[in-house]
Every structure is written in C-alpha cells, then in structure tokens.
C-alpha cells in the first residue's frame, strides 16, 4: 500500500504536488523543480528544492541537459535567498538517501548558527519569508 500522495513507487515527491506540507510551503515552481521554504531549521530562509522529473536518488542520474536544469535552478532560488536574508553563506547539500528522491538543502548560515538547534518557526513570520521569497522568485 502506498503512502497518501505517494507516486505509484511509493515515493512521496512523486506523487501530488502539494503547495504545503508537514515539511514546508512551495515558494516556487520551476521547470524541473519545486521549492519549499522549511518550517523546521536553524536560521529562517532554508528551502529545500526537489527534482520534478523522473524517479532518481542521485544528480549523477540526470542526463547532462537535466543536470543543467536542474542546478540552474537551484541556484536561482539560491540567489533569491540571498537577496532576500543576505546570509554571509548558504550551505548546499544534495542528497537522495531519504526517500530516494534527489533533492537539494539551502541552508542559511549565520556566524551564531554552529551550535543551534532546528526549531519551528512562528507561522506568522513562516508565511511572511515564504512571501517574500515568492516575490524575489516570480
């Protein structure tokens, strides 16, 4: 039996494609990817952007003209997210590990942020960044 909104491998990126979840609120549809603002991290601003194509764990399955898609637009919601928290760096992890799915972790760092803990932020100040990145991202 597959999961509630899960693609017919099981994979929950696979399936619907939801504007808000327990994990975040969609600031962005691009070709290849969607991106949602976390509700749970460190330091406001970190978005996690998942592939839209087919099922693959790792960026090394993409075909080149994919790949390239793919980190363009990681990148442009990188540089929204600097335009928007003027972090002094953003953190890039690509991973597929958990549920198999290639997706990629911007996470914002900040000089006070290296013993911090994630935390739930405020839904009115959640709802506020997630606006403002919408902005910088249409």
Known sequence: MRAEGA????CRW??????EDEFGLRV????????????????????????RGRH???P????????????REVLTV?????????PPAIDYLTRGDR??????HLAV????????????FSEEIWRADAAALKVLLH
């Open 7 to 10: 693609g017919e491998d099981g």
């Open 14 to 19: 696979c399936g619907d494609r939801r504007d």
């Open 28 to 51: 962005w549809s691009g070709r290849v990817t969607d991106a949602y603002l976390s509700r749970r991290a460190v330091t406001r601003g970190c978005v996690f952007v998942v592939w």
């Open 56 to 58: 693959i764990g790792e």
């Open 60 to 71: 090394i399955d993409l075909s080149p003209i994919e790949s390239d898609l793919y980190h």
């Open 78 to 86: 990188a540089r929204a997210i600097r335009d928007c928290f003027r």
């Open 99 to 104: 549920g198999a799915h290639l997706h990629t």
């Open 109 to 120: 760092r900040r000089p006070d942020d290296t013993e911090a803990e994630a935390r739930l």
